[in-house]
């Protein structure tokens, strides 16, 4: 019989991270910093009167739709319709 011993069970617990994971935690971390900036940009043409309140949620929706980002997934928490 082949008992497993107490380090061997903590470390099977232990999932390790591959790189493709960590590529792609990266990666979602940069869209929505990304998602932010452009957002806070958006929002200051929109504050001034350079663009419309319609052309402001096309953008956005543009913006998610190419960023690949759903409603539920924005990153500062708020729905936009």
Do not use: C, H, W
């Not at 008992?3 to 590529?23: A, I, L, N, P, W």
Request: aromatic letters at 8%.
């Amino acid at each position: 019989m082949n008992q497993m011993t107490f380090s061997d069970m903590e470390y099977s617990g232990r999932k390790r991270v591959t790189q493709k994971e960590k590529f792609l935690r990266e990666m979602n971390d940069i869209i929505k910093e990304l998602y932010l900036k452009q957002k806070r940009m958006l929002e200051q043409f929109l504050e001034r009167g350079a663009i419309s309140r319609a052309q402001y949620d096309k953008s956005l929706r543009d913006m998610k739709e190419k960023m690949g980002i759903s409603e539920q997934e924005t990153p500062d928490g708020t729905k936009e319709i």
